[in-house]
């Protein structure tokens, strides 16, 4: 039985055509016909097929040539580069796909290296060979050059026209190894993603390493201990069809009554509660929020609508994290915590257009780490938690990743200006190939949120790629950056800076919110200082004229109307002792470039 | 007691690119005279004690005198002081003025807007400079001893310079009155779309303030009395039917658009002449919108209009002024007033009082 399984994924850069060879796989093998094939079958939610990226991983199952392939999907961006290791980690090979016209880019790199690590048998493809600029040879030479892949083995293909599809499916069969493992061991089932099913409760997607599951099997999480009883078992066909058992090498899905999608963490294992394994599968880590910002309710949306469409959401949402926050700007909402950028905007979109609540968010920033001289440590995900007193520091750690860019030659000077702005630190420098370099840098987290990845993209017109991973906490001579508004402190608009960027950035900061704050009947001083010692400063003159000219007995509802319309505008203001801010100013702070 | 009377004559010869008043390019019509006529009967239960009567427009001055010797006809307008009508300078010569003197008006508003060549331009405006200064001597010359004239400032780059060279035309001229209006784009007209495309460049806020304060001092010591935001006179002759709107008195508005003020009530008639002829010829109101002052509403209402005149209000009416905006009030007797920068942040101002009369 194990002969006939083979268990594969298809590891791509973002757009070089994972879904659309996805789709053909499925067309091809009779598991979808052309008319069912709505667009991309694996790309369920309607975000995903608008961005062109897949968020949620997906396990289907297929018959071709009585063999079963189980096609694991997985995610294309950096911010969910744990969930790709774990998908990678519950099969044997994997289609690389690369695209013709582009070649080879970031995250072709990362994720061929991740599959490498699970020691998986790499396809090579080359898609897209049909369009005018496919340079099918020079990305055949970049993948025996860069990744050491034998050119023999590389398949031209287009998924869109169909092109190659035979090849690819036969690839599966003849170079993956099927699985291997005893059904008779104790059960041993590798959760590689989740979801939260309104009818069976949260659904765990897993590979079956030892044993088998069936319904009525008390299951054990390794992490939790927690216990359930299974309902259901089965696989995507790509409809969810149950089937008596999922044993040894199959993969599929569980589903056990449980409530909550946070008891079935990805990279969890799941064995059998009365006969359990001995170990889990290597490699579990809980899901780590790395970046944070405020979600408030915008005007005509209440406190409540966003902790309700939080809550939904978080069912299906494994990765996130939120608690409660006040800011004396923008009321109460929440600071919630993503994977990464793209995370970030896709929950955003998620709460807006799925669960109707309009937001407010703040600037994304890290977590600090703040070691304090009592050799007490703090993690802060907000900057405004940061002490008033900065003599009880020691130091102040903020997180750092590995970042690896690829990029044209032409690019690659105002790159490396970009990364040493961005205070990264240079570890390698090589050409791919005569046109295209590689570059890998350290860079703190803090500098890839605030517009790396536009920035990067202008530079590059769009060409260079890069991909990142965390590595830890440095410590760095970060200050704490106080804006004062007529002399008055804002804590909610402090934040942490590098030393050496702190006179820029209060520069810019104090003009952008002398642009941002409107005038009022008064001088206003905008003053940002490290500590107490201001370092920057600027006057918003006051008002000299608002003035209705013309007023009779035919204007005069008019004109309050138009007035009453000042009014709505001057609501968004929020008073700091005398001065009214608006959120505009607050926004603005963490996104000054 | 109804105590003024406006009457809207939507007709202009062409739009002007700054005007937000309800105006059509069009003739006259007398039959228009005789709807207001019609629609006057509607409210011939209102208890009246006319004082003012206000001809304004659009352009009432496009009626030849006849039509307004017959619609004077039947309008009782005894014991009533002060008659005004809005007058283009190009419309009339002196025996139309002497015939209007005939039918009992007494005051003239003309439509000067500048005496500078190049403002009339930019302003649409189709007389000449010499054509306002005419029309003035002309009317004065017929009799008439209270005259008003439309100013227009604030306009793109002009200069403090260009002020002063309008001022010197206004200091010969026999008029009473004068209305000095900062340009203001609304929405809906020519200005107001040019603004909002950022093609048109009016003053900085500093240079409007420049301005106001220039012309409140240079009228000031020409004889006239800053009296409200944008209006000045000669001692005596304040607009009474103006005055009316700024103390909360009743008044009734005849004619398309009209909006009158009676028993706490400002209601505007229709904006369209079709829906106004109908109504009135089926003998209904033809009331299109209607706002109720109770309460803080009231209260808000007045200080919108109190504030803008040099007298104020009552101090028992703001007993409470915030201490971020004391410094733009003046106290004299048992009054409470704006200064003139209070009166150049007027809406600001009114604002944060709104606020304070709201939660106090």
Known sequence: MLERIRNFSIIAHVDHGKSTLADRLLEYTGAVSRRELKEQMLDTLEIERERGITIKLQAVRMEYKGYLLHLIDTPGHVDFSYEVSRALAACEGAILLVDATQGIEAQTVANFWKAVEQDLVIIPVINKIDLPAAEPERVKKQIEDILGLDGDDVILASAKEGIGIEEILNAIIERIPPPKGDPKAPLKALIFDSYYDPYRGAVAFVRVFEGEVKPGTRIKLFSTGKEFEVTEVGAQTPKMTKFEKLSAGEVGYIAASIKDVRDIRVGDTITDAKRPADSPVPGFRPAKPMVFAGLYPSEGYTFEELRDALEKYAINDAAIYYEPETSPALGMGFRVGFLGLLHMEIVQERLEREYRVGLITTAPSVVYRVRFKNRTVKEIKNPSELPENWGIIEAIEEPFVSITIITPKEYVGSIMNLCQEKRGIQKSFKYLDPNTAMLEYEMPLSEILLDFHDKIKSLSRGYASYDYEFIGYREEDLVRLNIFINNEPVDALSFIVHRDKAYRRARQLVEKLKDTIPRQLFEVKVQAGIGSKIIASERIPPLRANVTAKCYGGDITRKKKLLEKQKEGKKRLKQFGKVELPQEAFLSVLKVD | ?360
């Open chain 2, 1 to 360: 007691m109804v105590e003024g009377l406006y009457i809207h004559i939507p007709f202009c010869a062409n739009k002007c690119p700054y005007c937000d008043f309800v105006s059509f390019v069009s003739e006259p019509s007398k039959e228009y005279l005789e709807l207001l006529k019609k629609e006057l009967e509607l409210y011939k239960d209102l208890p009246f004690d006319l004082k003012t009567i206000y001809l304004g427009g659009g352009t009432p001055s496009l009626y030849p005198t006849e039509l307004w010797r017959e619609f004077f006809k039947d309008l009782d307008t005894e014991g009533v002081k002060e008659i005004t009508m809005e007058c283009n300078p190009e419309s009339y010569k002196r025996e139309d003025f002497e015939g209007l003197l005939e039918l009992g008006i007494n005051r003239l508003s003309f439509g000067v807007q500048s005496f500078l060549e190049k403002n009339l331009q930019f302003l649409g405006r189709w007389h000449s400079p010499k054509e306002g200064i005419r029309a003035i001597l002309e009317a004065k010359s017929a009799g008439f001893e209270n005259l008003n004239i439309d100013l227009i400032y604030g306009l793109p780059g002009q200069t403090l310079q260009d002020l002063r060279e309008e001022l010197k035309v206004i200091k010969d001229l026999p008029i009473t009155h004068l209305s000095a209006y900062l340009l203001t784009p609304y929405e809906d007209t020519l200005f107001g779309h040019l603004w909002q495309k950022g093609e048109l460049r009016l003053p900085s806020d500093g240079q409007i303030e420049e301005m106001f304060l220039f012309l409140s001092e240079e009228l000031s010591s020409m004889g006239f009395e800053h009296y409200e935001i944008s209006n000045f006179a000669k001692e005596g002759y304040r607009c009474a039917h103006n005055l009316l709107y700024w103390s909360h008195k009743e008044f009734l508005g005849l004619g398309v658009s009209a909006w009158s003020f009676i028993n706490k009530k400002r209601f505007g008639n229709y904006r369209n002449v079709e829906k106004y002829k109908r109504a009135v010829l089926q003998g209904e109101k033809p009331t299109e919108m209607e706002e109720t002052l109770e309460g803080e509403e009231l209260l808000k209402d007045y200080l919108f209009v109190a504030l803008r005149t040099r007298d104020g209000v009552p101090k028992e009416v703001l007993p409470n002024i915030p201490d971020h905006i004391r410094e733009f009030f003046l106290e004299e007797g048992d009054r409470v007033r704006l200064s003139k920068r209070g009166w150049l942040l007027i809406n600001e101002i009114l604002l944060e009082l709104w606020d304070e009369v709201a939660n106090p």
